[in-house]
């Protein structure tokens, strides 16, 4: 199954689904890397894994006067000539309109939020939990990758893994404990979104 992958920074999770691929875990292939910010380590570790990649900024768009939609068509386009079985948000910071979903009516498309399901949706959810815990608003966080809908990080979730928050963390420590939490669980998410769209096909096809 053919698996492309929405990037738009370091790109740890990126990588995670290339070593799954590598390590014949994830019976995938990633046919294309895209990322709406150039200069990003995320291509570099495409580049060396040897997974073509496309640069699609938004920042010229708006300079040029075209419209966020025109973004999201051009960038739907791209996906769709790649022939998915699967599309992956591994840390793709767009928020993905309406219109760009609806250019996939049968491609599931699948998001990596770290967050639990309802809390801290949108930008900079880490942070935002660590504060929230040092308030003591809450115990504990987590990751959770889910389908992409309409509503941001709204989608069913798909796999959901609570995180601790430890007393002596600080920012960082939480987020490298989340970051690992989050490749080992995009990975499964994958792995059971191909499962899910091929026991579809072979009931269709057996029916
Ligand atoms: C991850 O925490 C992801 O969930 C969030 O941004 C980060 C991307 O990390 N949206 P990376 O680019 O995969 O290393």
Redesign the pocket.
């Known amino acids: 199954p053919r698996v492309v992958v929405l ?8 990588q995670a689904l290339i070593d799954a691929i590598a390590a014949g875990s994830l019976k995938a292939e990633i046919p294309l890397v895209i990322s709406n910010r150039s200069k990003v380590f ?1 291509l570099e570790r495409a580049d060396k894994a040897g997974i073509p990649t496309k640069v699609l900024a938004l920042k010229p768009y708006t300079t040029a006067g075209k419209s966020r939609t025109q973004y999201d068509a051009d960038l739907a386009q791209l996906i769709v000539a790649a022939k998915p079985d699967l599309v992956v948000l ?2 793709f ?1 767009h928020i993905l309109s309406p219109a760009f979903l609806d250019q996939f009516p049968t491609t599931p498309l699948i998001n ?3 967050a639990l399901p309802g809390q801290f949706d949108g930008a900079r959810a ?1 942070e935002r939990a660590f504060e929230a815990y040092q308030k003591g608003e809450i115990k504990h966080t987590g990751v959770m990758v889910h389908r992409v809908i309409q509503e941001v990080d709204g989608g069913e979730p798909l796999l959901v893994e609570q995180v601790e928050i430890k007393p002596e963390d600080d920012l960082a420590a939480l987020q490298e404990r ?2 690992s939490v ?1 490749h080992v669980l995009l990975v499964r998410g994958a792995a059971l979104v191909l499962e899910q769209e091929a026991a579809k096909k072979s009931n269709s096809t057996s029916a």
Request: hydrophobic share 35%; glycine share 22%; charged share 5%.
């Open positions: 990037i738009s920074g370091t790109g740890s999770n990126l995320g591994a840390g910071m990596l939020h770290p880490i989340i970051h989050e």
